[in-house]
């Protein structure tokens, strides 16, 4: 089935990203959302960018090596797409198909927030690259964890210990505040799909915001449709 008609498909299971700075908690919200929703007896895979295939992880490999930002933003930009592109062909499209629930760590508004407004790189290549990667597969929810900058990079550090920071661990404080700016400016231009959850919490306290705002906005329309009318 191509990217379009399962994003028309009203069996689908329903694609909810996780978005936010460096460190704000997406992985461990992730989690504890996939806990509650397989507790509800809902199909859940949990994947990421860049990565969650074998094609995309490749590519994850060379663009948190650092390799991808040699070539510039443009090209950098191209590898987040080719790698988005195999992941939504070879797992989001087909999970979605079957009717799970899929839970994915960044997607596109990563490239919006990194590339675009931090990275500068022209709005219309990634208008084109959006429209060949995902065509009409936007999230049914986004939730965007937002952090004091701060906060997040020593969470990231404590988490990492003594390895060394990736491509984008080693940015300045400066670059963490404009991604964060940029992801406030997402959740404002797009109300309906975005979610701007407070991330400052316990994990605990974090999961019921988010939990809430699932709840909210998909669980109801879920259950209306598993339900004969
Ligand atoms: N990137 C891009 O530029 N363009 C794109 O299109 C895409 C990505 C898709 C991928 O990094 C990088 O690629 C990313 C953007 C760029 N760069 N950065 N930075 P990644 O996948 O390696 O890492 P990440 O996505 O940034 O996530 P993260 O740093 O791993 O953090 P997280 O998943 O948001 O947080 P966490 O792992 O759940 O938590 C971090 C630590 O804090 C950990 O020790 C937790 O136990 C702790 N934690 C979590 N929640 C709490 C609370 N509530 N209180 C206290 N401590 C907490």
Redesign the pocket.
């Known amino acids: 089935m191509a990217k379009n008609e399962i994003a028309e498909n009203s069996a689908r299971g329903r694609f909810i990203t996780?978005e936010?700075?460096?460190?704000?908690?997406?992985?461990?919200?992730?989690?504890l959302l996939a806990e509650r929703l397989d507790a509800e007896k809902l199909r859940v895979v949990v994947t990421?960018?860049?990565?969650g295939s074998p094609g995309a992880e490749i590519i994850?490999h060379l663009?948190?090596s650092g390799m991808g930002k040699l070539l510039g933003p443009e090209a950098?930009?191209m590898l987040?797409a080719a790698?988005?592109d195999d992941h939504v062909q070879t797992v989001i499209a087909p999970a979605l198909a079957q009717g799970m629930w899929v839970l994915c760590?960044?997607?596109?508004d990563?490239?919006r927030?990194?590339?675009g407004k931090v990275?500068q790189v022209d709005t219309r290549l990634l208008d084109g690259l959006e429209r060949v990667t995902i065509g009409d597969l936007k999230p049914d929810l986004t939730v965007i964890?937002d952090l004091p900058v701060e906060t997040?990079i020593m969470?990231?550090a404590?988490?990492r210990g003594a390895d060394a920071p990736?491509?984008?661990?080693s940015?300045q404080v400066d670059f963490h505040q404009k991604l964060c700016d940029a992801y406030r400016e997402i959740a404002l231009n797009e109300p309906q799909r975005c979610m701007l959850i407070d991330?400052?919490?316990?994990?605990e306290?974090?999961a019921e915001k988010v939990w809430a705002a699932v709840q909210g906005r998909l669980l109801p329309l879920h259950s209306n449709e598993a339900s004969p009318a």
């Open positions: 996780f936010g700075g460096e460190g704000s908690g997406k992985s461990t919200q992730i989690r990421r960018e860049p990565g994850r663009v948190l950098e930009t987040f790698a988005r760590d960044r997607f596109a990563s490239t927030a990194y590339q990275g964890l997040g969470r990231a404590a988490r990736d491509r984008f661990e940015e991330a400052a919490g316990t994990p306290e974090v």
